[in-house]
């Protein structure tokens, strides 16, 4: 089992900055993957960025050259560094981790981009 837990969200004007959280417990060493979707309401549950077992990062078209996607083994934490953010980054975002065959999520933490 792993459990995740997002943190660092929160409300920001248009061209701010934040950096969530994702701390993973439990079963850490079997990860293979790990990313950040968002959903938005009334929409549907989109992958924003991601690593691979390998270290390869991706980023969907319309968040790359602003977020970027880290990861620091020795506190077991993903980060997402968000800058030039905008109002349709507007969302619940979500981190996930998998094990083998299973996904794990965390509870989603909340960004708000609004002037």
């Known amino acids: 089992q792993v459990q995740l837990v997002e943190s660092g969200g929160g409300a920001v004007q248009p061209g701010g900055s934040l950096r969530l959280s994702c701390s993973a417990s439990?079963?850490?060493?079997?990860?293979?993957?790990a990313g950040w979707y968002r959903q938005a309401p009334g929409k549907q549950r989109e992958l924003v960025a991601d690593i691979g077992s390998d270290n390869s990062v991706y980023y969907i078209e319309s968040v790359r050259g602003r977020f970027t996607l880290s990861r620091d083994s020795d506190k077991n934490t993903v980060y997402l560094q968000m800058n030039s953010l905008k109002p349709e980054d507007t969302a619940v975002y979500l981190c996930?981790?998998?094990?083998?065959?299973?996904?794990?999520w965390g509870q989603g933490t909340q960004v708000t981009v609004s002037s």
């Open positions: 996930t981790a998998r094990v083998g065959s299973t996904s794990h």
């Open positions: 439990g079963s850490i060493s079997r990860i293979t993957y």
